[in-house]
């Protein structure tokens, strides 16, 4: 992005809410389980899976972790009754990380002893790096008593990810979305790209199931070379793709037998996850600029 744009994008927090809301709704369901549950129907319709985020990010109680994992269970037993091909991700500190991991772990299992009961999948979305060794570390303890129906995200631009690769069976890889420091992170556009496909190698030679979370062609393109070098069949991976974000190669993707997974979050706490979204659109220092104009001029 040019640096005109940059900083134009630096400015949405100061886009009024209503704004944010019509730009962003593309990226998310909608406020309901309901919302969700139609998009998911959709997209299972043009064959594509999907996994349902409930929004949530910033619990301050045991009792509000409680009701993200509440929220999970009513996912669950949604996508069970309509039969729809979706799994759940999982946030650590929604569940309640922050406020005490035996909390956290006791949210995360009932919800995936609940998915295991319905033959459902779980992934723990990764967060900043705050929480990397303790999402690793719940994940493996809860994975170990499980029916290995529990899986991870590795982040391509901190550079333990390589590291952190063996034992782990299913793996989400994508780039990484939060501000990280130099010293543990990548920050080079090219090396962010690098490091993702050497995760992705080290991921298959160790057998991992794989999601392949990006929308960045030159990574989509290398990973098919890859997987096709590899010889992986096709129920080994899977791409991934944000709901709203490059729908027509998603298409392709699927027309092409490819698996293919869309993120779909939903619920009333959609600022955040909007703002982060937009920040990555390109097209976003445009809309921002015409909306700053278009007020200014009293459009
Ligand atoms: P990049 O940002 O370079 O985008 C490549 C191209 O995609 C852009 O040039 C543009 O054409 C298009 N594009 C990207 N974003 C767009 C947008 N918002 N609107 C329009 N076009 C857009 N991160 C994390 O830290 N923890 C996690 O658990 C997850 N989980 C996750 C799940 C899934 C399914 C995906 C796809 C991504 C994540 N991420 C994530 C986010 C990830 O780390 C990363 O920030 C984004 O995917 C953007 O990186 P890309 O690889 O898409 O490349």
């Given at each position: 992005?040019?640096?005109?744009?940059?900083?134009?994008?630096?400015?949405?927090?100061?886009?009024?809410?209503?704004?944010?809301?019509?730009?962003?709704?593309?990226?998310?369901?909608?406020?309901?389980?309901?919302?969700?549950?139609?998009?998911?129907?959709?997209?299972?319709?043009?064959?594509?899976?999907?996994?349902i985020d409930v929004l949530g990010?910033?619990?301050?109680?045991?009792?509000?972790?409680?009701?993200i994992?509440?929220q999970y269970?009513?996912v669950?037993?949604?996508?069970?009754?309509?039969?729809?091909?979706?799994?759940?991700?999982?946030?650590?500190?929604g569940?309640?990380?922050?406020?005490?991991?035996?909390?956290?772990?006791?949210?995360?299992?009932?919800?995936?002893?609940?998915?295991?009961?319905?033959?459902?999948?779980?992934?723990?979305?990764?967060?900043?790096?705050?929480?990397?060794?303790?999402?690793?570390?719940?994940?493996?303890?809860?994975?170990?008593?499980?029916?290995?129906?529990?899986?991870?995200?590795?982040?391509?631009?901190?550079?333990?990810?390589?590291?952190?690769?063996?034992?782990?069976?299913?793996?989400?890889?994508?780039?990484?979305?939060?501000?990280?420091?130099?010293?543990?992170?990548?920050?080079?556009?090219?090396?962010?790209?690098?490091?993702?496909?050497?995760?992705?190698?080290?991921?298959?030679?160790?057998?991992?199931?794989?999601?392949?979370?990006?929308?960045?062609?030159?990574?989509?393109?290398?990973?098919?070379?890859?997987?096709?070098?590899?010889?992986?069949?096709?129920?080994?991976?899977?791409?991934?793709?944000?709901?709203?974000?490059?729908?027509?190669?998603?298409?392709?993707?699927?027309?092409?037998?490819?698996?293919?997974?869309?993120?779909?979050?939903y619920g009333?706490?959609?600022?955040?996850?909007?703002?982060?979204?937009?920040?990555?659109?390109?097209?976003?220092?445009?809309?921002?600029?015409?909306?700053?104009?278009?007020?200014?001029?009293?459009?």
């Amino acid at each position: 992005m040019a640096l005109l744009d940059r900083a134009l994008v630096r400015l949405l927090p100061a886009v009024p809410k209503p704004v944010v809301q019509r730009l962003s709704s593309r990226y998310i369901a909608g406020p309901t389980l309901d919302d969700a549950i139609r998009v998911v129907r959709k997209l299972n319709a043009k064959g594509k899976l999907a996994t349902i985020d409930v929004l949530g990010e910033d619990v301050t109680t045991p009792d509000e972790a409680r009701a993200i994992a509440g929220q999970y269970h009513d996912v669950l037993a949604r996508i069970d009754e309509e039969q729809l091909d979706s799994n759940i991700s999982v946030k650590l500190t929604g569940l309640g990380l922050e406020l005490d991991y035996d909390l956290c772990r006791e949210n995360l299992e009932a919800v995936v002893g609940d998915a295991a009961a319905r033959g459902n999948f779980v992934r723990i979305d990764m967060e900043d790096s705050s929480t990397t060794d303790r999402t690793l570390q719940l994940y493996r303890e809860v994975h170990a008593e499980g029916s290995g129906n529990l899986g991870v995200v590795l982040q391509a631009y901190l550079r333990r990810t390589v590291a952190d690769v063996p034992g782990l069976d299913n793996v989400r890889l994508c780039k990484g979305i939060y501000v990280e420091s130099p010293e543990i992170a990548f920050r080079e556009f090219e090396a962010v790209r690098a490091n993702f496909l050497r995760s992705l190698e080290a991921l298959i030679a160790q057998g991992s199931y794989v999601g392949i979370a990006t929308h960045d062609e030159y990574l989509i393109r290398e990973s098919l070379r890859i997987v096709h070098e590899a010889g992986l069949p096709h129920d080994r991976y899977e791409f991934q793709m944000l709901l709203g974000v490059r729908p027509e190669r998603a298409d392709e993707l699927v027309a092409d037998g490819h698996r293919l997974r869309v993120y779909v979050p939903y619920g009333s706490h959609w600022y955040e996850y909007s703002v982060r979204r937009l920040q990555e659109n390109p097209k976003m220092a445009g809309y921002i600029a015409s909306d700053l104009f278009g007020r200014v001029f009293g459009r």
